[in-house]
């Protein structure tokens, strides 16, 4: 079966870390750009990083520019989001999402493959 | 940014109906537009991309269509697995950004 499995979250402090993992499984991501996608509790989605196939191109959303760092590791189909400076306002469920191509490029990605979804709560 | 305004925010609808959401794009995007579903406590999945291109697995009953900065998803015949919630994203520049939602419930 083709799937994204994320794990590491949990609760934290604010102004803590906390780092996420997508594990891949029945599919090799090596070809593929990935992101993380999140969402606030009743809340919309919202894009928070994306890296390129080869792990070179990294983007990220303003509000986590600095404090968040995407990478990935192709040998172990894996991908990572280091959660720095954490703030109450990044508490959402995370999402892996694979896109259909592997360059960083923005124009015509599409997430055809996502994750089931790990919670971060940051609160005191 | 590119901002997406999806109408309505929220319908009511029968199973059989024909059902419209629209998203309006704050600038030309071209056809990098893609439409989700989403069900309660599930991850997205991908309907529609490039404004008009059903995925793979997807039923024909979703269909996209694109004027000029305005895109439309319609369901032509509402089945009960379709009430869900309903995002559209564009890929035309950075930063991804999603519409609101559109929330289909059952009439």
């Known amino acids: 079966e083709v799937q994204l499995v994320e794990s590491g979250g949990g609760l934290v402090l604010p102004g803590g870390s906390l780092r996420l993992s997508c594990e891949a499984s029945g599919i090799t991501l090596s070809s593929y750009a990935m992101s993380w996608v999140r969402q606030a509790p009743g809340k919309g989605l919202e894009w928070v990083s994306t890296i390129s196939n080869g792990g070179t191109g990294t983007d990220y959303a303003d509000a986590v520019k600095g404090r968040f760092t995407i990478s990935r590791d192709n040998s172990k189909n894996t991908l990572a989001l280091q959660m720095n400076s954490l703030r109450t306002e990044d508490t959402a469920v995370y999402y892996c999402a694979k896109d259909w191509k592997g360059g960083i490029a923005v124009a015509g990605t599409r997430f055809d493959l996502w994750g089931q979804g790990i919670l971060v709560t940051v609160s005191s | 940014d590119i901002q997406l305004t999806q109408s309505p925010s929220s319908l009511s609808a029968s199973v059989g109906d024909r059902v419209t959401i629209t998203c309006r794009a704050s600038?030309?995007?071209?056809?990098?537009l893609n439409w989700y579903q989403q069900k309660p406590g599930k991850a997205p999945n991908l309907l529609i991309y490039a404004a008009s291109s059903l995925q793979g697995g997807v039923p024909s009953r979703f269909s996209g269509t694109r004027s000029g900065t305005d895109f439309t998803l319609t369901i032509s015949s509402l089945h009960p697995e379709d009430f869900a919630t309903y995002y559209c994203?564009?890929?035309?520049?950075?930063?991804?950004?999603f519409g609101q939602g559109t929330k289909v419930e059952i009439k």
């Open positions: 994203q564009q890929s035309y520049s950075s930063p991804l950004t």
């Open positions: 600038q030309s995007i071209s056809s990098y």
